[in-house]
């Protein structure tokens, strides 16, 4: 047999430790019962898709998706996204539910990375998807509650950069019809250079030349969409500029105005985005930590006419962007002497009565010359509201297990108790 | 308290002239001889941090956000295929990304599949599979000019600017790949939350650009 590798693991991927582990859920269960009282489901989703389901969905995550063969030789994906396994679950299991639906997700995403750079081949994701809905309120919706989700995690200072694809499209079609995919790639590749480059190439008119070149520069709040519309005459793109005027309109209403930035350069990976899209960023992380956008025709692919908007939060990334909160300690542990057959049965007995009112009990036995040296050692772990030798804790009884033991903000049933 | 900028910068070729560019935009750094035995500089009046870094880290410091900004070569830039913002052509540190060999030598050889010697493997893999050569690259990381003279590969692919290095080795240029020149990069998330700072900057050295 070969020897197991055992410090060796795929590029990409990590084991999380316990701390990291409750910091994780913290966090995650901040996000998601904010998501929970905005009205959003949660739903669950397999990581394993028929290639042929989610394949088409992205240009850009062709060469990144895990593929595996399976009996009848069909080629299946580890899902890259959750948007796309959604789409199928709503025009399929959920087909005859009512509109507008609200979904959320908290799920492992696998994507193949090209080198170490900071990006993982396995990462948490949750978001949610409003689907139903073409109208404004929809988009100011998810962008209010991906703002409301960041903060109540305990992010305070972010840009969202918002960009509209309908926009971008049709002004690439007005300006330079026949270079349309090209530009694109020049702006997914964030290579303003190589745009202006491009652009001074082409054989088109002056005042076209001169639209796209300035672009990259159109930059900031919300005023650059009036600039943008005279730089523009078709309808196609005058529409979506009202539209995300309306949208930034009821943002205003939710009171996050001042974390936005409008780029009408921003482009996602995934091609199925159709209107408003937006990246979230905050320091000191490298990469967006939450991205999202409307796709009004993904769903209908699978059958079902259902217009949509949502967004996914990069938990990793988020997490890495806050600052760690002090875990407090949450656990008690009561030491034994091993040998001792009625301080076990006591023990047993302690414990259980601890643990029905609501408490974390650890029980560690040890020899009777070992108990005050374990007792020592223990003590050092932050994990401990208190370290007891059997002195002590057979003469306690149960604390009822209160809020200041459980992290910060963490909602817990009443008392605890039974 | 506003947060600093981080520009990192690379060591070598292209240093002088990107400092004295930032100089003429208005940056106060110290004199050259006081550079060089420095890693990190700060301008206290601009609100800025240099980072002198070797040129292949540049892109990588961006990338991470450990730098805001950087200056880095086209070349580099290709090779390193990183995921940042080209924000700006420095128009300094101009060379050309070029395919030398032995003089007087075809660069088709007498292998069937050519051995291609370079520093910059992705960026000429992409090169000869455009032009639908099969050749066979191997990866160096200095004194290029070596492979071909003692047989180790029949051509190199590697950075030219006078061409003096190449026919002090008694190598020609045989074909251009591609004109080179420096570039402002920035990291995706600086580009943002100092979005302002940020195109200051960009206008800043738009202007030496243009004098």
Known sequence: MVKPLIFEKPVGVKDYLPNEVRWKKEVEHRISSCMERWGYQEIITPALEYYDTIGGSSNILQNRLYKLINRDGKTLVLRPDMTTPIARVVASLLKAEPLPLRLCYNASIYRMQEQESGKDAEFFQSGIELIGSDKPYADAEVVALAAESLLEAGLSDFKIA????????????????????????????????????????????DDNKECLLALPKLQGNREVISRAKTMVSNERAVNALSYLEEVLNILEQYDISKYIHIDFTTLRGHNYYTGMIFEVYAAPVGFPICGGGRYNDLISEFGRNAPAVG??????????????????????LFVFDEQDLEQLKSVIQCASSWRNSGNKVEVIGVTKEKVLACIEQRKLSGRYIAVWDYGIWSKQTPQISDESQVLQNCDKPEGGSK | MKEKLIVALPKGRIMDEAIEMLRQAGFTLPQN????????????????????????????????????????????????????????????GACRLSIAGIAGTDKSSTRIVPRIATKFSRVASDFFRRQGKQVEIIKLNGSIEIAPLIGLADCIVDIVSTGRTLKENGLVELEQIMPITSRLIANRMSYRMKHVDITNIVDKLENVIKN
């Open chain 1, 162 to 205: 918002i960009g509209e694809t309908a926009f971008l499209e049709s002004f690439l079609e007005e300006k330079a019809s026949a270079y349309t995919d090209k530009l694109k790639q020049l702006l997914i590749k964030q290579d303003y250079v190589g745009w202006k480059e491009f652009v001074q190439t082409l054989p088109i008119g």
């Open chain 1, 311 to 332: 967004f996914g939060i990069w938990l990793e990334r988020l997490i890495e962007a806050l600052q760690t909160e002090q875990l407090t300690a949450d656990t008690y």
């Open chain 2, 33 to 92: 001889d006081e550079l060089s035995r420095k890693l990190i500089i700060e301008d206290e009046f601009s609100q800025m941090t240099f980072i002198l870094a070797k040129p292949s880290d540049v892109p990588i410091y961006v990338e991470y956000g450990a730098a805001d900004l950087g200056v880095v070569g086209k070349d580099v830039l290709l090779e390193e295929n990183r995921d940042v913002y080209e924000l700006l052509d420095l128009q300094i």
